[in-house]
């Protein structure tokens, strides 16, 4: 089966774990938008969700740093945060061990891709399933992109490993549902944090709307640091899945830059 879903989406901390502090209508416009992304999910009816994410020196470290890893296992847990910090209850989450490995096997044919039977989840995955799949029902096929410590991911490597994600899931009979999380401008963990470039964030979503693949892959990371902070090196995930589903538009249901979760929350979907 092909892909059934495919879409991007925010994954700040702040945005569960500091919504009380945020202006109360644009939080309700946020948490609208990622029920609409959910009901999208749900209404593709997938078997499995990947999600392509970039965690943030949760599992892989400088010791040993793989540019592209999937998870392998049968179930995850998470939050690796604090509950209370996060607004995120500590939780396990399905996998599937036996479609992890035979998309990994697929994905190997295109990318040096890592795998791990072991992973905890951080707010990178859990955000986004804390909104999209709130009962955990939905096995999670966790994939990463080293978009934390340099020498990171060349952004066309992460064209090809978002080709080969494409591959492997139309390899398998099962239903797959794809996302990326991360980015786009922000300055997380920095005195900067809450600052936001909506100019450069509202410049990308409309490349990546419109699968501008020339104009992605032209991002230096040296500048993207300067213009959009080191958080803007997560538009690798986004990237990702409009190699996914290159040559199909995107469309972006929300932007809003709210600071108190310190990002320019997007919530969009590619028109499959
Ligand atoms: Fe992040």
Redo the contacts with the bound molecule.
Sequence with gaps: MSLVFAGVCS?APGIVGRADQADPAAKDRLYDAFADMRNRLEASEPDALIVVA?E?FANFFMNNMPSFAMGMADYYEGPIENPDWLGIQKTRIPGDKSLSERLIRKVMERSDVSYAEEWKFDH?IMVPLHFLTPSYKLPIIPANINCQGPPLAPLNRAWAFGQALREAADSVPERIALIGT?GISHW?ATPDSGKINEEWDRRFLDEWSRCDKDAMLSYDDTQSYIDAGQ?AF?IRTFMTISAATEGIEGTVHFYEPIPIFAVGCTIATINL
């Design positions: 994954h970039a943030h990178g991360g997380p958080g997560e």
